[in-house]
């Protein structure tokens, strides 16, 4: 590894008067290699770096986790109104469902930039809490809407309010940790996702029995009492929220002023990037030279097909092509993302522990592509069930892999920003294919749907090869000194 920066050495003051001990070795000290992604030895206080951690751990990646379950929470409130008297209600007929998906994402991608920049420039305690009330506002409002044409105007707002949520928690988790720290936390961001949607499917099931009471159709109800909780979780954000490492003075009852200066140390140690220069849309727009960071967003993008296919589409797969009933369908639509918990936490713990991306990736592929070909071709609907279980907790793990994988590869904040940006704007844009890929007309089977899904798995395998390799023989040019990669001495790309 090459030589630290100064500011990742320099003495830290301790409470009682003792230093807490920094030493960053070469990899020939600490046993990395080429391929390990650069690593830097760090052996700070072992107590001390355990406290700034699980601090760190409790109070950015749960309230990371509850906003970025809002755009899930939004997928699964429609999702299960989609088997109500929405639709007649509304009068969604033709494509009018699928339009009032991908205009939710339209909308979120034509603003996902500025507002991930936003988080920068307001901060995040402030800007968190500004889009997630109005997102609240906003789903309250449905509740009270009579034509079709209000719910298109709404989900433009909706998807606006949203558009710096996933983005701007990427970015901000991902300048706290050390590049072999990340993808447990990215799994917690998942984890705390789809325990909120499902734990929200369950909740529509109940709203759903109020149909009718006080004149109201049960899909309002979920709309009402979803968009209620999320404007009261605005408010906590706003104290719950903390700011970037430099700046984490500004956080509420958080870090004392020696965790603060380790937790820049480390990150000073793993990448040399904690302090962003002085912001101009140049020093953002020539990263879009990058061609790897297109790569990892097409990697977005198809996942994103998947997931869109399932999370908004599930209730009616297993209602039109299990044959539940529209309660049980709305019921049944919990227990994949329960299990999904499992997997995403297991393969992370593994990915951080090996340092390794790639094959994480690679095998949550080869699982999406078994259990989607289960849904599709087996004749059972207790096993095509078990094939949503499957397709669920591969696609939910491989989120925290992707995002970690983007992460682990580039440095700089500007840089940060603007891979987050357009990561979530492909994402965004697969979420507009995985809309129209479920067609009713295809009931119970939805072949295109299967077909797109299993491809799509297929094709992020591809890249992952391509990128593995490519990572491969950079990595060997920086170690024999022909290269720097991203402008950091002594980086190095984590396969």
Same mark, same amino acid.
């Given at each position: 590894m =090459?030589?630290?920066?100064? &500011?990742?050495?320099?003495?830290?003051? =301790?409470?009682?008067?003792? &230093?807490p001990r920094v030493d960053i070795g070469s990899p020939e000290e600490s046993g990395s290699n080429s391929d390990d992604g650069g690593i830097t030895y760090i052996a700070p206080d072992a107590a001390l770096e355990r406290r700034l951690r699980i601090k760190v751990d409790l109070r950015l990646c749960t309230i990371a986790g509850i906003l970025c379950s809002l755009n899930l929470l939004d997928s699964g409130v429609i999702s299960s109104a989609a088997v109500t008297s929405l639709p007649a209600d509304l009068d969604l007929t033709g494509n009018r469902f699928s339009v009032a998906i991908f205009i939710f994402t339209i909308a979120s991608i034509a603003f996902q930039l500025p507002s991930t920049l936003a988080v920068r420039t307001f901060g995040p305690r402030v800007w968190f809490s500004i889009i997630?009330?109005?997102?609240?506002?906003?789903t309250l409002a449905t509740a009270f809407i009579r034509t079709w044409q209000q719910m298109i105007a709404l989900r433009v707002l909706l998807g606006a309010a949203a558009s710096g949520i996933y983005p701007g928690l990427t970015y901000l988790i991902s300048a706290w940790y050390p590049r072999r720290e990340q993808q447990t936390r990215f799994a917690f961001l998942q984890i705390g996702e789809v325990v909120v949607l499902a734990t929200g499917g369950i909740v529509n099931y109940g709203l759903n029995m109020l149909d009718g009471k006080g004149g109201l159709a049960g899909w309002r109800y979920m709309f009402l009492v979803q968009g209620l909780i999320t404007i009261v979780i605005g408010l906590v954000t706003y104290f719950w929220m903390v700011d970037f490492p430099e700046n984490a003075h500004r956080s509420l009852w958080f870090l004392s002023h020696d965790e603060q200066q380790l937790a820049v140390a480390r990150l000073n140690a793993d990448r040399k990037d904690v302090e962003p220069e002085v912001f101009a849309w140049k020093k953002v727009f020539v990263h879009a030279r990058d061609p790897k960071i297109y790569g990892f967003a097409v990697m977005f993008f198809l996942l994103n097909l998947v997931s869109t296919s399932l999370s908004y589409f599930l209730p009616s797969i297993l209602q039109n092509g299990l044959g539940f009933s529209e309660n049980l369908s709305i019921l049944l639509n919990a227990p994949p993302y329960y299990y999904a918990v499992i997997p995403v936490f297991l393969s992370s713990v593994v990915g951080d522990k090996l340092r390794l991306r790639g094959p994480i990736i690679i095998f949550n592929c080869v699982t999406l592509i078994v259990g989607f070909s289960l849904?599709?071709?087996?004749?059972?609907?207790?096993?095509?069930?078990?094939?949503?279980f499957l397709a669920t907790g591969a696609y939910v793990s491989n989120w925290a892999a992707l995002s970690t994988y983007q992460a682990n590869n580039i440095t700089g904040q500007w840089k940060r920003a603007f891979t987050a940006a357009t990561v979530a704007a492909l994402n965004g844009a697969g979420g507009i294919a995985g809309s129209f890929i479920v067609r009713y007309n295809e009931a119970p089977r939805y072949p295109t749907a299967i077909w797109v899904s299993i491809g799509s798995g297929i094709l992020t395998i591809v890249a992952v090869g391509l990128f593995s390799v490519y990572f491969h023989l950079a990595n060997r040019r920086a170690a024999s000194g022909k290269t720097v990669l991203e402008g950091v001495e002594g980086f190095r790309y984590t396969l």
């Open positions: =090459a030589s630290s920066s100064s &500011s990742a050495t320099e003495p830290l003051e =301790a409470k009682k008067g003792v &230093s997630t009330c109005a997102f609240g506002i906003i849904l599709g071709f087996a004749q059972q609907a207790s096993v095509r069930y078990v094939g949503a």
